[in-house]
């Protein structure tokens, strides 16, 4: 019987991004271009890890990966008891290679690394010490391999048409830093009667209270969005008729940018629906952090390595879409609504990493 961390991180893998969350010896994990992929210290998903435990993982980008992609990584630390536990990251597939992470910039309570820029393979390696007691949460290290598509949007408004297949557009030098006084503009149409579908899959700009000073934003027929976040990987889904994005900066301060993916979808609506209410108990600093603002994303993949680690499952194949924001597809359309998670008040979140991340932020 699968355990509650392995059950929790497929319904996150499913629904947030590609997720890792076992633990074996060098255990083989894929990057596709552009698509987000989350590795986890072991029961993250449920709390805590346990004592004297070891894992590694070798992480690649897929075969026939353009030259010029890059990988954008991020390490986020909960609660980890370094240096008695740590995770260590290195370039290439063994602890031979060059540190980029280790117990020694690690912090206990919470902590959040700037965006890491690598090429080729990386081996990650957690270990926990021997205890009884007082365990720590764990780690999250998000992988993203992109590199520059902004095409000829940052010379003159670039104009691009959706198609079935995902498309990407990012920040100008992505994953690289944006050049200051950046402004660029990209107008998304489709062919016939389909809308176009655009997820922001992340977005890391110079933030302030009114975006005045590096901004996205995003135009429909009928909305307008503007954003801008620091460090937030977060999907943000917009669907419509025709889609325009501008991206403008100032002249301080580069960061990361953005990177956005589009696509036609055949938007529909139906009432022959049937609602499920799918209650999920997470632990309240992935809840607060982690969750997402829209209804889950069906069309995502996860590794099970509890039952087979060289297999990718798609448990909720891609049908037509119907209205995207608020539907997901199993077997059969279903709406789903959103309960309040049961979420165990240790007081840890708001005593510690509240104030913490505001501090951070702000």
């Given at each position: 019987m699968p355990t509650v961390s392995l059950l929790l991180c497929l319904i996150l893998g499913i629904f947030v991004y590609k997720g890792h969350c076992e633990c074996g010896d060098r255990l083989p994990v894929t990057l596709k271009s552009f698509k987000p992929t989350v590795i986890t210290s072991p029961g993250f998903y449920n709390g805590s890890y346990e004592a004297n435990t070891t894992c590694s993982w070798i992480i690649k980008t897929e075969a026939n990966t353009p030259t010029d992609m890059k990988i954008l990584l991020q390490i986020d630390i909960w609660k980890m008891k370094c240096p008695r536990d740590y995770v260590r990251v290195y370039l290439g597939e063994s602890s031979t290679g060059l540190t980029v992470f280790d117990e020694f910039d690690c912090k206990t309570d919470f902590n959040i690394t700037k965006p890491i820029l690598i090429t080729g393979s990386v081996y990650v390696e957690f270990k926990s010490g021997d205890f009884e007691s007082d365990p720590g949460i764990g780690f999250m290290i998000k992988f993203l391999p992109a590199h520059d598509s902004s095409g000829t949007g940052c010379q003159r408004t670039q104009k691009l048409l959706a198609e079935e297949t995902e498309q990407f557009i990012t920040s100008p030098r992505f994953p690289d830093d944006y050049p200051l006084n950046s402004d660029c503009s990209w107008n998304i149409t489709v062919n016939g009667t389909d809308s176009v579908q655009?997820?922001?899959y992340l977005l890391d700009v110079d933030q302030n209270d009114n975006c005045s000073y590096h901004r996205l934003h995003i135009t429909t027929n009928d909305s307008s969005t503007v954003l801008c976040d620091r460090r937030e990987w977060n999907r943000k889904m917009?669907?419509?008729?025709?889609?325009?994005?501008?991206?403008?900066?100032d002249s301080k301060n580069r960061r990361a940018?953005?990177?956005?993916g589009y696509k036609s979808v055949l938007v529909t609506t139906t009432t022959d629906v049937t609602t499920a209410t799918v209650p999920v108990t997470?632990?309240?600093?992935?809840?607060?952090?982690?969750?997402?603002?829209?209804?889950p994303f069906p069309d995502y993949y996860y590794y099970d390595y509890g039952l087979n680690p060289n297999v990718v499952v798609d448990p909720f194949p891609t049908p037509a879409v119907v209205d995207p924001i608020h539907t997901i597809h199993t077997v059969a359309p279903v709406t789903t609504t959103e309960t309040i998670p049961l979420i165990p008040n240790?007081?840890?979140?708001?005593?510690?990493?509240?104030?913490l991340l505001y501090y951070w932020m702000f």
């Open positions: 655009l997820v922001v917009i669907v419509g008729e025709s889609i325009s994005i501008t991206f403008k900066t940018g953005f990177l956005i997470i632990p309240p600093q992935y809840w607060d952090y982690w969750w997402p603002d829209n209804k240790t007081g840890f979140w708001d005593n510690w990493i509240s104030p």
